[in-house]
């Protein structure tokens, strides 16, 4: 018995594969897989796959005689968010607001005044706000000496969330909201708010017709009101203020990439690389570098294409976020040494990683010699066609990550469980709702603070999130990203490859992220009559191997 280790560290998982290749071909005998310590080519990395590998050798009580390992290349991959440059809309401005549970609904628009002013009774509507840390009851008590003094008193603006509270005890039925930023709107000559009820969108504010009549605009300023309006979104709530004079524009800069055959600079979006293949962009700039980016490829992901595209609730205060993938110019690692270093076995250092990824995807039984082998890691796309030769694009299972996490403004750790499949709301503490609107019954009570919210299979039993989101809306946004940051740049890599789409007959997934439970059909419908399916390395490793198994192959051969 001959023991030979595979080892692949991914941007994301480290997998170590130990088979006797004393026979043919090599027989798998143990393998496993671990979080990638630190930077993919790191020493930190490369230690955690010696670790790894001791403890297979400890379990099988034998040692490998020779490590196999490829050149290692990291992927960067990262979510950034601009503030949006809104257009010029002259005197109006959004008030911010933060809060989910405001009070009374209503519409109403006044002269801002402090609660703890000294009241006035001129006849003019009034909005009245209550600075942070006044209290409930001092809001009221304020609010009913306002109303004492013979004040037209028509909506209530608080900086603390305590809206269900305050409106629960006030005398007259007025518009309350609460977690607003008040010191922007004490300095507007009039504000107007309104509430809706929780899932409907603003009627009035949302209306450039009816915004402008509740805040006397000259018929010159309707622009203006069109502008403000478009901004509000999908929002149930919001607060709209009108100052005296026209508020300064404050431009985002964004960042920005160089195409490599015209050397044109354009502002990093999403739509900047619609179209475009793999290699295109030569540099790229981000906001707060010193200097430009030597990349290979580039992939970028705005949060609101995807969103606008199933006409999903968008959230204006992270209006425009981008994720951005890069594979940068920089030469691969050779890990050889360090491996070496950490085990006395001798290394060799085969590659590159596509070619290892075609070998082993291709032990899967009943798969064509002849397919063209999908390798989806952390960081990178590989795209290998039956001639072998093969095409790297950036942006894979890292990029989902960050996207999920970024419109639900989770925890990534967190996202990564989210990101994979269907999800069920916990419609009782016993019932899920599924997305297909079938009902399931839990065998143990899910937590009370779950009830209401969306859940998926975590790490430690049923993972909650999406408060605001319904099964339905969650899903078209999931099944969108994964098309946008996934088949999108599959088809980008396979066109990079050369191959026509429409002449491709079979295609063998690899790696982490084919065990996506959504990808291989949104696949399959982007590529008609092609057959698309998961490798099942050697026969009894599945999807995630075909690296490490692929090296041993390829030092047997």
């Not at 629960?168 to 609460?178: H, N, Q, S």
């Not at 609730?313 to 976020?321: M, V």
């Not at 993938?325 to 050889?336: C, E, F, M, V, W």
């Not at 899967?364 to 397919?371: I, L």
Request: with cysteine.
């Amino acid at each position: 018995m001959r023991l030979v280790a595979g080892i692949d560290v991914g941007n994301t998982t480290t997998e170590v594969v130990v088979a006797d290749t004393s026979v043919q071909p090599p027989e798998a005998l143990l393998w496993d897989r671990a979080p990638t310590r630190g930077v993919k080519g790191s020493v930190q990395a490369l230690h955690g796959a010696a670790l790894l590998l001791r403890r297979l050798e400890r379990t099988l009580d034998s040692k490998a005689e020779l490590i196999v390992a490829a050149p290692q290349r990291p992927v960067v991959t990262r979510a950034l968010s601009f503030p949006e440059t809104p257009p010029p809309t002259g005197r109006l401005a959004i008030v911010r607001t933060g809060g989910s549970t405001p009070g009374r609904t209503g519409t109403a628009a006044g002269r801002p005044q402090w609660t703890d002013d000294a009241p006035t009774s001129d006849g003019q509507p009034v909005v009245l706000l209550c600075r942070p840390g006044t209290g409930f009851s001092n809001a009221v008590a304020a609010t009913r000496r306002w109303l004492d003094a013979g004040a037209a008193v028509v909506g209530l603006l608080l900086a603390d969330d305590e809206g269900v509270l305050v409106s629960a005890r006030l005398p007259i039925d007025i518009p309350v909201m609460d977690e607003v930023d008040v010191e922007s709107a004490a300095h507007a000559l009039l504000v107007a708010l309104e509430v809706r009820p929780g899932g409907h969108t603003l009627q009035d504010l949302s209306d450039p017709i009816r915004l402008g009549r509740i805040l006397e605009l000259p018929d010159g300023q309707r622009g203006d009101a069109i502008a403000i309006t478009a901004q509000l979104g999908d929002a149930s709530h919001g607060v709209v203020a009108l100052h005296t004079t026209a508020r300064p524009v404050v431009s985002t800069t964004l960042g920005q990439i160089t195409m490599r055959e015209t050397g044109d600079v354009q502002a990093l979006t999403g739509s900047a690389l619609s179209g475009l293949t793999v290699g295109a962009v030569a540099r790229c700039w981000l906001p707060g570098a010193e200097s430009s980016w030597a990349i290979d490829d580039l992939w970028v992901v705005e949060l609101r294409e995807i969103a606008a595209s199933v006409a999903a609730r968008i959230d204006r205060d992270t209006a425009r976020a981008l994720v951005v993938a890069g594979l940068s110019t920089d030469p691969p690692i050779d890990p050889a040494d360090v491996l070496a270093s950490e085990h006395d076995a001798p290394v060799r250092i085969l590659g590159p990683e596509a070619g290892a990824a075609r070998a082993g995807a291709l032990s899967t039984p009943g798969s064509d010699a002849g397919a063209t082998v999908v390798d989806l890691g952390g960081g990178t796309i590989d795209v290998i066609a039956p001639d072998g030769s093969d095409v790297v694009a950036a942006g894979a299972g890292e990029m989902l990550t960050e996207v999920v996490a970024g419109y639900l403004r989770l925890p990534r750790g967190a996202a990564d469980w989210v990101k994979r499949g269907p999800c069920s709301r916990v419609e009782a503490p016993q019932i899920l709702l599924a997305e297909n609107g079938t009902r399931s019954f839990l065998d143990h009570p899910a937590p009370v603070d779950a009830v209401g919210l969306l859940v998926v299979p975590g790490p430690a039993g049923l993972l909650p999130f999406g408060a605001a989101l319904a099964p339905a809306e969650w899903r078209a946004l999931r099944v969108r990203s994964k098309e946008r940051v996934l088949v999108d740049n599959v088809l980008r890599a396979l066109r990079g490859s050369g191959q026509a789409t429409q002449d491709i007959r079979e295609i063998v997934l690899a790696g982490g992220v084919a065990a996506d439970e959504e990808l291989v059909g949104l696949l399959a419908r982007r590529l008609e009559g092609c057959a698309v399916g998961r490798a099942d390395v050697a026969g009894r490793l599945g999807h995630r191997y075909a690296v490490a198994y692929g090296l041993i192959l390829m030092n047997d051969t």
